[in-house]
Structures are given as C-alpha cells and as structure tokens.
C-alpha cells in the first residue's frame, strides 16, 4: 500500500470510530418514481417455471450457493454461516477476526446471503405471478436485515462492496414489488429501510477501495452507489453521490480493462462481474437521464463483445483465475444462462455485436425490454486478444468438430496484489465438438481451507509445466502474489492450416541455475503439439501436467494416453523422457471444481523427469 492508499484507510476508520453511535438522513424527499413495467411472455416457458421453482426453495428459506444444496436455515440468522453454524457478533465491525474460519465458519457463505440475490429472485416470482406470498417474504427478509444489522456492526459492515450489491438488489426488489400489497410495508415512506439506505451509500462513499485492492471491488461499490443514487434520489447527497460514482467508474473502467476489451484481473469470473455493473449502470443511466461519456459505452461494448469470441461451440466460458460465482444482479434462475441477459442489454443500450434467441432472456422481460434488436451474429474471427496475452488455436469454428484452445500467455493479475491471478503462465484449456477435455480445475475457496486455496491457484493445477515441485510465483497471502511469472509472446501466427504460438515466463529464475521455461503450442489440422523448452543449468525436477474434464474417460498405457467421453475420442502421446502416471482425487491432483464451495474427483495425467537443463519435452494430442 502507498501512502495515500494508508491515509485514506486511516480516515475511513476514524470516521467509522465517531459514527458507530449511528447517523440517519437530515432529510428525505421520496420523489414519484419513473414509470416501469415488465413484459410478461405470451405462453408458459421454462425460465419463468425455473425461476418459481427456486423462488419456492427460498420461500423455504433453502440456500442454493455454494453447493448448499438447498440447506435450510430456519430463521435465518444474518450473521451466521449456514454450513458451519459458525458466525460473527454484532462487534464494531473494523474489529471482526472475520477471515478466521476456525471462528466464522466462511465469510463468502455470510456475505453471499447478505447481498440478497435471493431477494430478487422472490421479487420477480411476484412480479410473474401476483402471488403475494412471494412479495411478503421479501418484505419480511429486508425488514427484518435491517433491525438485525445496526450501522457498521457485524459482518455485513466489513466491505463497501457487500454494501453496493445489496443496493442493487434492493432497488430491483422495490420495482419488482410496486404492485404488492406489501410495498409500503418494506419501501413507503415510513420504512426503516431508507435509513438503511442512506446509511449503506454513506459507508460506501466514505470507504471504498482505493490503492492497491482497487479492483473489482471499487467497480461494484461504485455500481451500486449510482444505482442507489439514480433509482432514489431521495437525500441532500444523491446527487453529489451519483456524480461521484460515474466519475470513478469512468475512470476505473480504463484502469481496469485492456484496449482489447478484457478485464485486467485475468480472471474471466471477474469479468463478466465487472461487465454486469456496467451494464446496470448504463441501464440506470437511460431511465434517469444521465449521460456517460461515448467512450464509456464503447469499452463496455467491447467488454460483451470479447465474451462470445472466448466461448466455444458448446457454450463454456472460459475459465482461468479466481472464479468465485459473483453476480451483480440476479433476475433469471440460476439454470439460465449467465451471458444470455448481459447480451440483451448490450444489444438494447450499447447495439453490441453479440448472440440473441428469438425471445428476450427472462432478465430482459423483467428489465421492461419487449424485443432484443435482431442481428445476424458470426463470431468474429480473432485469434488473440495480445493485450491480455490470450491466445486463440481453432479449427472449424463454430461447427460440431470445432477445436478449441485457449492459450495463457500475458501478465498474471492486475495492481501489485494480482489478486485474482493464478501461477498458471503457459497454461492451456481445450475442447473438442463444443465439451471440454483439458480444463482450469477452477477456484473453489477462498479463505475457508487454505490447502485447497493454495491447491487451485496453483502451477501444479493448471496444465503448465512445474519446476522443483513450486510455483511459477511467490504467494504473499491469500489475495496477493509477491514475485509474478508475468509471460511475454515470441510469436504468434497463422499459415495455412496451422496456427502457433511461442511464448515464454521467467518465474523460475529464482531458483538455482535461472531456470527459463518456453512453450509452443502448435495446432495443425486436428493435431495440437506441446514443445517445452526449459533452458538454465544445474538438474531439476520437471513436472507436465494435464488435467482433464470430469466427464472424460482416461487410460493410461505404454506412453499413450486415451481419451473418451466428453469431446470424443482423442489421444496424447507422451514424451517418451518422463515418467506418466494418473491421479484422481490426490492430495494435490486430481480434482476439478465446477464452481465456487464444490470440487469433485477428475483425472490429472503427471508426467516427470529429472534431468539436467536445458531440456525439452514434446507431447502430441491427435483428436479424432
């Protein structure tokens, strides 16, 4: 942290030390709100039956994150994890031990509760339904948080950016509710609620991210204080509030995405995050009159529009750095697909150049968007995105014998702490026909178990080559990486049918003897070939490793590795110079994690040698 960065701490303290007693609004003005209505479809549809069949499952007070499950909390206590019963006090919240798990049980469990994504998923079951008993348990849940969270006491006082969604939700959860006979209960003038609110954008605007942890987090605090600011102009400082926002998102916006159109977290999950608050500040800035700037509109244009070129036939987005479920806003069930409603906005606000069904997503019927403008979409035909160090191999685009490879060779994270990053330069994912056979093995946790964090952010996880068993990168922490092994580009090219790139990191010139590791990835036809290159001195342990998607079939025999199941059949023939084995829910390979909390069995193919350097090592996978 800089000196500023320390000072702005610092105040933001003091100013919690003197306003802990509390503070509410000197005054309030509730102006007529702008008119809103949803578009209901015109027959029955399976994302309405979706999303009341999980509006049920919260009527029931069942938590669906996480790989919860459906676990029940009944009552819900805001303060406690619902998978370890473990929870934080109503203690000043700058003194909460809250990322000690022995003590809290997993404050993401907490804090995902709290932004009250449920809320709007009950919110718009009322609005699709008029069934009252939908809008009441909202009403119920919103009240009810508030006489259970005091200014800046407990968990849900500890980050802006837990603050700045839970706006979002809220304000969604206030249109959606207009019609309900519980409105004025929770949202009339004489709701506690607006205390609530003004006391959320005041903690926001006094103690959000600046410095160094000025990723994400600024972006979606900020989203919400426009938001907030935009849908409720009630108090002396929303205007002040709104402008403050666009300024900062304005800014942050260039600081945090490449040219290309890409967020420089280099964590796709925190892209689409960040994408998602832009959108709904571009939508609140049309309802409320406010104009960003053209060149804001144009960089969130090409943040959608870089979505559908990492995304194969089959659907999967990609997949690399800190994943861990983070929604701006939820108005679909979560069966829907998460890219469907960030294209119909952007084709409604911005025209972007994106896919569309013949109907409007759920969310867009919910957001009063009658029809998504028709285009006619092809993916566009780039093969890299050189600012991020993305790299594209495929062959037959688009088509059902589509193969897809995604190569990681840019910088590992974004600001000094690349947060989100993993030690995962030179790495690789592939599919084959639209399903994946080489994955990123995902996230899984953050601060809960601290092997498997350690694990799933590692070199061993990714499908890179590692060097005397350590990371490419130093960890300082669990959000911070102190020595980065930050790769760089030699070539990248087409001719003919062939693609490649060459690309090489320096993290392991740490270690004795400067160790240099290079890759080429090749892709010929239907052949991808694997040419590592480690130059140095001195012998070393070497370690390629391939981890594969849980719903392939693997053999392993005679230096031939044999794939069947998802993608279809394919072969690797291994470098003759290591020593091949398969491992499946090891202590340290073997695991995949479809989505934060949850990991499950899946192969990783470990090939070894000990060898003096430099040395190479060639592996060929031939897809049928």
Not at 5 to 31: C, D, F, I, K, N
């Amino acid at each position: 942290m800089d000196f500023l960065e320390v000072l702005h701490r610092a105040r933001s303290l003091a100013w919690m030390v003197r306003r802990r007693g509390g503070v509410v609004p000197t005054s309030m003005q509730r102006l007529p709100p702008v008119p809103w209505t949803i578009v209901r479809p015109a027959r029955e549809d399976s994302a309405r039956l979706q999303l009341l069949e999980e509006a049920d499952a919260y009527l029931q007070h069942r938590w669906l994150f996480f790989g919860l499950n459906g676990l029940q909390e009944d009552p819900i206590d805001w303060q406690v994890d619902p998978s370890s019963g473990k929870g934080t006090t109503l203690s000043f919240s700058p003194r909460l031990d809250f990322r000690n798990p022995e003590a809290v049980g997993s404050i993401k469990n907490i804090w995902e509760k709290n932004r009250h994504q449920h809320l709007t998923v009950l919110a718009a079951a009322f609005a699709l339904s008029g069934a009252e008993r939908y809008a009441a348990e909202v009403a119920d849940q919103i009240l009810g948080w508030v006489d259970a969270n005091p200014f800046l006491l407990g968990a849900n006082w500890v980050s802006p950016l837990e603050s700045g969604i839970r706006l979002i939700s809220w304000v969604w959860c206030e249109r959606l509710l207009r019609a309900s006979t519980n409105y004025d209960a929770v949202f009339g003038p004489q709701s506690p609620v607006w205390t609530s609110v003004y006391q959320q954008q005041l903690f926001i605007d006094r103690a959000y991210a600046q410095g160094s942890s000025a990723n994400n987090h600024v972006i979606g605090e900020m989203a919400g204080q426009f938001v907030a600011s935009s849908a409720w102009p009630c108090f002396p400082e929303s205007q002040a509030w709104k402008e403050k926002a666009a300024a900062v998102l304005e800014e942050q916006r260039i600081k945090q995405t490449f040219p290309s159109g890409l967020n420089r977290e280099q964590a796709f999950d925190y892209h689409l995050f960040v994408t998602e608050f832009l959108l709904l500040c571009l939508y609140e800035a049309r309802r409320s009159g406010f104009a960003f700037s053209d060149s804001f509109g144009d960089a969130v244009r090409k943040m959608v529009e870089a979505i559908p070129v990492l995304t194969d036939v089959g659907g999967h987005l990609p997949n690399y750095g800190d994943g861990d479920d983070g929604l701006a806003v939820r108005l679909r069930s979560a069966k829907d697909r998460r890219d469907a409603w960030i294209f119909d906005f952007a084709r409604v606000l911005l025209d972007a150049d994106v896919p569309a069904k013949p109907e409007p997503s759920i969310s867009a019927r919910l957001a009063g968007f009658d029809r998504v403008p028709p285009k006619e979409f092809k993916p566009r035909d780039v093969s890299s995105f050189e600012d991020a160090g993305l790299h594209l191999l495929v062959a037959d685009r688009g088509s059902p014998a589509e193969v897809f490879t995604l190569c990681d060779a840019g910088p590992q994270g974004f600001l000094s702490l690349a947060a989100h990053g993993h030690a995962d330069a030179l790495a690789f994912t592939l599919s084959v026909g639209g399903k994946p056979v080489l994955v990123d093995p995902g996230t899984y946790c953050y601060h809960a178990e601290p092997h498997w964090r350690d694990y799933f952010r590692s070199t061993k996880a990714h499908n890179t080559v590692t060097v005397d068993g350590v990371d490419q990168a130093v960890a300082g922490g669990t959000f911070l990486w102190l020595k980065k092994a930050d790769a760089r580009v030699i070539e990248a090219r087409r001719e003919g049918g062939r693609q490649w790139v060459t690309a090489e990191h320096r993290g392991y010139e740490r270690l004795a003897g400067r160790v240099v590791h290079r890759r080429k990835l090749e892709l010929d036809g239907r052949t991808l070939v694997i040419e590592d290159d480690l130059s140095g001195t001195g012998e070393h342990l070497l370690e390629w490793r391939f981890h594969f998607s849980p719903d392939c079939r693997v053999e392993l025999e005679s230096g031939v590795c044999r794939v069947s199941g998802s993608g279809g059949g394919l072969v690797l023939r291994l470098d003759e110079g290591a020593r091949w084995a398969l491992v499946k829910g090891g202590d340290d390979a073997g695991w995949f994690s479809p989505g934060f909390g949850v990991r499950v069995p899946s192969f990783t193919l470990c090939g070894t040698m000990n060898r003096p350097l430099p040395a190479r090592g060639v592996n060929r996978i031939e897809i049928a």
